[in-house]
């Protein structure tokens, strides 16, 4: 299985760019991991929130293929326990998912086209949280499923 992680709009701070890169390169450890960054929306003061999200989702969905399992992250998403999230990454794996797409959408969430395309939506929290953050709570708790998975000391419980 490879995993990205699609995200609208770049990280600026150097300290989350640092962290994020950090788990990345141990995520190489365990699985083909990318994040893909789509740029941010130009002219947006002349589009209303609805016209925004159409234009990201439309950005979003160039970046998919029609075989590609998309995993939201979003409010409105199941909520998982880090154990839980690893099992969940395993029955993917076991059922043969070659592609796990998980997207982070710009900050009005996401389209109708893109809710229709996805496979399902989790949420990392109840909390709302940057995108900046939420790059690197995400990476940080992939990583954590996958040691959890090979059964090493990262995770405590």
Same mark, same amino acid.
């Given at each position: 299985?490879? /995993?990205?992680?699609?995200? *609208?709009?770049? !990280? #600026?701070?150097?300290y989350?760019?640092?962290? =994020?890169?950090?788990f990345q390169?141990?995520? %190489?450890?365990?699985?083909?991991f990318?994040?893909?960054? =789509?740029? #941010?929306?130009?002219? !947006? %003061?002349? +589009?209303?929130?609805?016209?925004? %999200?159409?234009?990201?989702?439309?950005? =979003?969905?160039?970046?998919?293929?029609?075989?590609d399992?998309? =995993? @939201?992250?979003?409010e409105?998403?199941?909520?998982?326990?880090?154990?839980?999230?690893?099992?969940?990454?395993? %029955?993917?794996?076991?059922?043969? *998912?070659?592609?796990?797409?998980?997207?982070?959408?710009?900050?009005?969430?996401?389209? #109708?086209? @893109?809710?229709?395309?996805?496979?399902?939506?989790?949420?990392?929290?109840? +909390?709302?949280? $940057?995108?900046?953050?939420?790059?690197?709570?995400? *990476?940080?708790? +992939?990583?954590?499923?996958? $040691? /959890? +998975?090979?059964?090493?000391p990262?995770?405590?419980?």
């Open positions: 299985m490879r /995993i990205t992680l699609l995200c *609208v709009g770049k !990280t #600026d701070d150097a989350y760019t640092a962290l =994020i890169d950090k390169q141990r995520l %190489k450890h365990y699985v083909p990318t994040m893909v960054t =789509i740029p #941010d929306v130009k002219n !947006t %003061k002349h +589009l209303s929130t609805g016209q925004q %999200k159409v234009k990201e989702g439309e950005a =979003i969905m160039r970046q998919l293929s029609p075989s399992q998309v =995993i @939201l992250l979003d409105k998403g199941k909520e998982y326990r880090s154990v839980e999230f690893a099992a969940y990454l395993n %029955k993917l794996m076991v059922g043969s *998912v070659q592609q796990l797409v998980f997207v982070v959408g710009g900050p009005y969430g996401f389209d #109708d086209a @893109l809710y229709q395309r996805a496979n399902g939506k989790i949420s990392l929290s109840k +909390l709302t949280f $940057s995108h900046q953050m939420v790059r690197l709570f995400f *990476v940080e708790q +992939l990583y954590r499923a996958f $040691s /959890i +998975l090979k059964r090493e990262y995770h405590h419980e």
